[in-house]
């Protein structure tokens, strides 16, 4: 079955505790992005990668980095969280740019 | 910058066709509009794309007038199984042409009742 995949589903952790939210595609897709969602703000860009180690910053890059070693995986990264990346966090992933979106369940992380 | 603007929320009944626009001024000539739905506790699904004009599919149908500055989805014969946010999506633009960023609207909640 043709999905994206999160994981975890949901995680708790403490300020400054580094932690990684895993993306995998299984549709051989060029595209992947990640986006957090916030109440009353819709969904917002973090990170996008055209394609095996091109990656570039959507429009709420800071405090989070990504990688794109294989085509199927796009990792995002918290180094340092902070309570304000408390949000919902979709991965997608697309044959192109202008594609329609495959989106991930979503992880809900929580940053006490 | 590109930004698009959908009303927050919307109220219908059953069986009543139901139109939400979404505002994007700013939009690349070469880009396409993208419209999502989304329930709870799930990521957004595709619904319809468009470039100009109209566009119709199984579930809803597009309409984009000709400058391109809006976009309306239409749902014909809501059911309460529609109730979810509808997102609209278009790219981002810079020096007149369009990035690889996109922008997603702050949504329309679509509350369908009996």
């Known amino acids: 079955e043709a999905q994206v995949t999160q994981n975890p589903r949901y995680l708790i952790t403490v300020t400054g505790k580094k932690l990684t939210v895993t993306c995998s595609q299984n549709?051989?897709?060029?595209?992947m992005s990640w986006y957090r969602q916030d109440p009353g703000l819709g969904l917002r860009q973090i990170y996008y990668s055209m394609n095996v180690e091109v990656t570039d910053k959507g429009d709420v890059p800071e405090g989070y980095k990504v990688s794109r070693k294989e085509k199927r995986n796009f990792p995002l990264i918290l180094e340092s969280p902070s309570p304000n990346q408390t949000s919902l966090y979709f991965c997608a992933s697309s044959r192109g740019l202008r594609e329609k979106l495959f989106f991930g369940s979503g992880t809900q992380l929580s940053v006490l | 910058l590109a930004k698009t603007t959908q009303p927050i929320s919307m109220d219908s009944y059953e069986g009543q066709e139901v139109n939400i626009t979404c505002s994007h001024n700013?939009?690349?000539?070469?880009?396409?509009i993208t419209w999502y739905q989304q329930f709870p506790s799930q990521g957004p699904r595709f619904i319809i794309q468009g470039y100009k004009t109209k566009v119709t599919n199984e579930v809803a149908s597009l309409f984009i007038p000709a400058d391109r500055k809006s976009s309306t989805l239409s749902l014909p014969r809501v059911s309460l199984s529609d109730t979810a946010v509808y997102y609209c999506l278009v790219g981002d633009i810079a020096d007149g042409g369009a990035t690889n960023k996109l922008i997603f609207g702050t949504g329309t909640l679509l509350a369908v009742q009996p």
């Open positions: 549709m051989n897709h060029e595209y």
């Open positions: 700013n939009i690349a000539t070469n880009d396409y």
